[in-house]
């Protein structure tokens, strides 16, 4: 005999609040570790899970490279913080869609501690930085599908445009998700390692810094053409807003993208463009969650009663 969680109107109150809090807090280690490598703090705790062998906390000769660190690994506590609460306010509402996915986001803490552990041990090697960007952006898009999920019901999603635009709309979260990946080839080739003595990933930063710049035309002209697309279609305005709040997105990232190329990669500019991908993988997964639509699981009739 199952058990049956019953559903809390305090809970519901604070899902929202609590998804709008997950996707805030990814957002935020994303941008405190962009500070760490920026400010060639990547090292400044030397090792992991201690900050030194003899301590875990930073001492005054590891300086403020050794604090900013320190600061990231502190981040991730709130982060945890906040994915405990999603999942106790999710599991009170008695919906087991949204407990599977604050279990995604609780599971995924713990999993960029050990990744990011991994980097330091590995003395910041270019491509384990870029898994652990990756990741982090992954539970971006996974805590926006939460958001969306807390306004819907738990039936079978509903298409809400035809199945061609829809797979547009997947070639254009595809295409998204490479332009980030080819972002983070881009980074582990540039002079902005995390700390002096790390390694590059050898590439040439010129080659892949074009081929990042032709993955993104194509992205741009995969959301104009779905913003268009959606318009004729007479789809959704939620539809259409999410198509055009990307696109908003993507022209201000690759706005800056160009500047800071251009500008020799001033440690502001490129904190901006970190934060433009953490919006960019936000933006692709709003779109995707906005072109369908899910009611509530109908109750099941209720049986005559039976006559005496």
């Given at each position: 005999?199952?058990?049956?969680?019953?559903?809390?109107?305090?809970?519901?109150?604070?899902?929202?609040?609590?998804?709008?809090?997950?996707?805030?807090g990814n957002i935020a280690i994303?941008?405190?570790?962009?500070?760490?490598?920026?400010?060639?703090?990547?090292?400044?705790?030397?090792?992991?899970?201690?900050?030194?062998?003899?301590?875990?906390?930073?001492?005054?000769?590891?300086?403020?490279?050794?604090?900013?660190?320190?600061?990231?690994?502190?981040?991730?506590?709130?982060?945890?913080?906040?994915?405990?609460?999603?999942?106790?306010?999710?599991?009170?509402?008695?919906?087991?869609?949204?407990?599977?996915?604050?279990?995604?986001?609780?599971?995924?803490?713990?999993?960029?501690?050990?990744?990011?552990?991994i980097t330091v041990l590995t003395?910041?090697?270019?491509?384990?930085?870029?898994?652990?960007?990756?990741?982090?952006?992954?539970?971006?898009?996974?805590?926006?599908?939460?958001?969306?999920?807390?306004?819907?019901?738990?039936?079978?999603?509903?298409?809400?445009?035809?199945?061609?635009?829809?797979?547009?709309?997947?070639?254009?979260?595809?295409?998204?998700?490479?332009?980030?990946?080819?972002?983070?080839?881009?980074?582990?080739?540039?002079?902005?390692?995390?700390?002096?003595?790390?390694?590059?990933?050898?590439?040439?930063?010129?080659?892949?810094?074009?081929?990042?710049?032709?993955?993104?035309?194509?992205?741009?002209?995969?959301?104009?053409?779905?913003?268009?697309?959606?318009?004729?279609?007479?789809?959704?305005?939620?539809?259409?807003?999410?198509?055009?709040?990307?696109?908003?997105?993507?022209?201000?990232?690759?706005?800056?993208?160009?500047?800071?190329?251009?500008?020799?990669?001033?440690?502001?500019?490129?904190?901006?463009?970190?934060?433009?991908?953490?919006?960019?993988?936000?933006?692709?997964?709003?779109?995707?969650?906005?072109?369908?639509?899910?009611?509530?699981?109908?109750?099941?009739?209720?049986?005559?009663?039976?006559?005496?």
């Amino acid at each position: 005999m199952g058990v049956t969680v019953t559903s809390s109107p305090a809970a519901n109150r604070w899902l929202r609040p609590a998804a709008i809090a997950s996707v805030l807090g990814n957002i935020a280690i994303v941008l405190t570790g962009g500070v760490v490598r920026l400010t060639g703090s990547g090292l400044g705790c030397p090792t992991w899970p201690r900050c030194t062998d003899e301590s875990f906390v930073p001492h005054g000769a590891l300086g403020i490279h050794g604090a900013i660190e320190f600061g990231n690994r502190m981040v991730t506590f709130l982060l945890a913080a906040i994915a405990v609460a999603t999942f106790l306010v999710a599991l009170r509402s008695g919906r087991s869609s949204l407990v599977k996915l604050s279990v995604v986001l609780g599971l995924g803490v713990p999993a960029q501690a050990v990744i990011g552990g991994i980097t330091v041990l590995t003395d910041l090697n270019p491509w384990i930085v870029a898994f652990h960007l990756l990741v982090s952006l992954a539970m971006i898009a996974v805590a926006v599908t939460l958001l969306r999920r807390v306004d819907e019901g738990d039936g079978p999603a509903v298409p809400t445009v035809p199945p061609a635009i829809t797979h547009l709309a997947r070639l254009t979260f595809v295409v998204g998700w490479a332009v980030l990946y080819l972002g983070t080839v881009v980074t582990g080739s540039g002079p902005h390692a995390g700390d002096l003595s790390s390694p590059r990933n050898g590439l040439d930063p010129r080659s892949v810094s074009q081929l990042h710049t032709d993955a993104v035309f194509l992205l741009l002209g995969l959301t104009v053409a779905l913003v268009f697309a959606l318009r004729a279609v007479s789809a959704p305005q939620r539809a259409q807003r999410a198509a055009v709040l990307l696109l908003a997105v993507e022209l201000a990232q690759g706005l800056v993208g160009f500047v800071q190329y251009f500008t020799d990669l001033p440690i502001v500019l490129v904190a901006f463009h970190l934060l433009g991908a953490a919006l960019t993988s936000a933006g692709l997964a709003w779109v995707l969650v906005n072109l369908r639509e899910r009611r509530a699981v109908a109750e099941p009739a209720a049986e005559p009663a039976l006559r005496a």
